[in-house]
């Protein structure tokens, strides 16, 4: 019987068992998704991505890591207002 392995919201380390699906490319978590970046013909990467490593680009499209960072390169203006939220509150922040 398959075993899936995850971490809750509270940071607790989750263990399943049964027959959930297929397991995420990089965890051992529930396979959510399937990465839809275009690999040409008309063809997708279809990677199998759990929730924690699906990365949202569009409406139900979603990215693999990998190929979420060849997407943040290629696209650099959509990620120029993007705040960090960890650095809020520094010297550097143009919102002080």
Do not use: W
């Amino acid at each position: 019987m398959p075993r899936y392995c995850f971490y809750d919201n509270k940071g607790r380390r989750v263990s399943i068992r049964g027959n959930l699906g297929p397991h995420c490319a990089n965890c051992a978590d529930v396979a959510m998704n399937l990465c839809d970046y275009p690999i040409g013909e008309e063809k997708t990467c279809d990677r199998k991505i759990c929730h924690q490593h699906s990365n949202l680009v569009g409406s139900d499209i979603h990215y693999c890591d990998a190929h979420f960072a060849i997407y943040k390169k290629e696209n650099p203006q959509l990620f120029l207002n993007v705040i960090n939220p960890f650095k809020a509150g520094t010297k550097n922040d143009p919102n002080d």
